[in-house]
């Protein structure tokens, strides 16, 4: 594989990852995952972010550097957007190979440097504003653009080609093959991928929506032509659409931006009565016409049910009472939508119980402090009876109309 040229100076080095291993060591890429570099050349040659030795990745970043005539011995910076050690754990390697390389990095950057790596020479700390020249007018500019999604982040602007290095901002999970551009994939394809989009969005960054917001402001005026992200697909031809829809991603849990007029439906049960009274929830959902995604767990990965719940304006969560609490699989859902801050959706929870109840009292108190709005939960002893079956309808109709509303 073969380095792809980006314009006369700038080329995309990049690795598909296809592995059993999960991202971050939690979340499943079944359709693996690209890490992204780039290398800017004037009279110097930078290197902007690396990557992990991970499924062959530093195999093809050295077959590919090659092919844009150099390799890690002969970069003289290396500029890391972004410590997390999918983009530096080869980081002690190169220094080996390439001793001489200055590695350049926010004040927080460079800490992680030399604390996480242990290489304490030959550093060079950046803010915003600071510039990088490397000759031929080619001149690199920093912006810090912290907790998306580490505190130490910044973003990395080349004012000559118009190119925003963002690493794990505008990213994506799905590997890329051979083609990498956003005008190389089909309608179909790029659909797949807003979908992966808002997945990595949702598992990774959705904690920080609000300095994804502030980092939208601080980079608006800047003159970009395109947008190179570590993972995922670079967008020359229409950057403003990733920017579009991280903006959107951004607004589902800050309030700029209003959530998807449809419900995700999450649900558990031991022995089949939670389900039963789930089905006439969604007859009444579907009576009112709103489309609706339906999850149940734990079968379904956590990662696919955030991706989902996250965009939704509304949620169900249909969960039995066990050993006196919520079903452990929606427990564990339910702390990481506190993680994520899944605020200011519209919810119904319903469930039954065996001997005793519980599992309400545990739920309203997890989410005491989501500011959600909450349809009347509904709960029965064992079999749902028909009444019981009458009222979870009416519930499900309830809820729809408050998304229809919204």
């Known amino acids: 594989m073969k380095a792809h040229q980006i314009t006369d100076s700038v080329y995309a080095i990049h690795a598909d990852i296809h592995t059993d291993a999960r991202f971050e060591g939690i979340w499943p890429i079944p359709n693996g995952v690209t890490l992204n570099s780039y290398v800017v050349k004037g009279e110097k040659t930078a290197l902007i972010d ?40 080869f980081l002690i390697e190169l220094r080996r190979r390439n001793p001489k390389a200055q590695i350049v990095s926010t004040p927080k950057g460079i800490a992680l440097v030399k604390n996480f790596f242990k290489i304490t020479d030959n550093l060079r700390e950046v803010k915003t504003g600071d510039t990088l020249d490397l000759g031929k007018d080619t001149v690199l500019e920093f912006f810090e653009t912290p907790n998306i999604h580490w505190p130490e982040t910044m973003m990395t602007f080349d004012r000559k080609n118009g190119i925003l290095f963002s690493c794990d901002g505008f990213g994506s999970y799905g590997a890329l093959g051979e083609r990498i551009f956003d005008d190389e994939f089909t309608a179909e394809e790029h659909a797949f991928f807003e979908h992966e989009s808002l997945r990595y969005y949702a598992n990774i960054v959705a904690s920080f929506s609000s300095f994804v917001n502030k980092a939208l402001d601080k980079l608006g005026a800047l003159p970009v032509k395109v947008i190179a992200p570590s993972h995922g697909i670079i967008w020359r031809k229409n950057p403003a659409e990733i920017v579009s829809r991280y903006a959107k991603y951004a607004g589902y849990n800050t309030g700029t931006a209003p959530c998807e007029k449809e419900i995700c439906v999450v649900w558990g049960s031991m022995y089949g009565y939670t389900r039963a009274g789930l089905e006439a929830v969604l007859d009444g959902i579907r009576a009112e016409g709103v489309p609706f995604t339906i999850h149940q767990v734990p079968d379904t990965d956590a990662s696919f049910v955030l991706a989902d ?28 939508f506190e993680r994520k801050h899944f605020t200011g959706k519209k919810v119904l929870r319903l469930g039954s119980w065996g001997w005793v109840g519980g599992a309400k009292k545990e739920y309203e108190e997890r989410i005491a402090s989501f500011k959600w709005t909450s349809v009347e939960s509904v709960e029965w002893q064992g079999v749902p009876s028909q009444a019981d079956l009458s009222l979870l309808t009416e519930r499900g109709r309830e809820l729809a109309r408050l998304i229809k509303e919204n």
Do not use: C, R
């Not at 030795?53 to 290396?78: C, H, M, P, R």
């Not at 996250?310 to 427990?331: C, D, I, R």
């Open 309 to 336: 719940a996250y965009k939704a304006a509304g949620l169900v969560l249909a969960m039995p009472t066990y050993e006196y609490k919520m079903f452990p699989p929606m427990a564990h859902i339910l702390d990481l």
């Open 50 to 89: 690396l990557a992990k030795d991970w499924a062959g990745s530093i195999g093809q970043f050295d077959q590919q550097l090659a092919s844009a005539g150099t390799s890690f011995e002969e970069i003289d910076y290396l500029v890391l957007n972004h410590l997390e050690p999918d983009h530096t754990a």
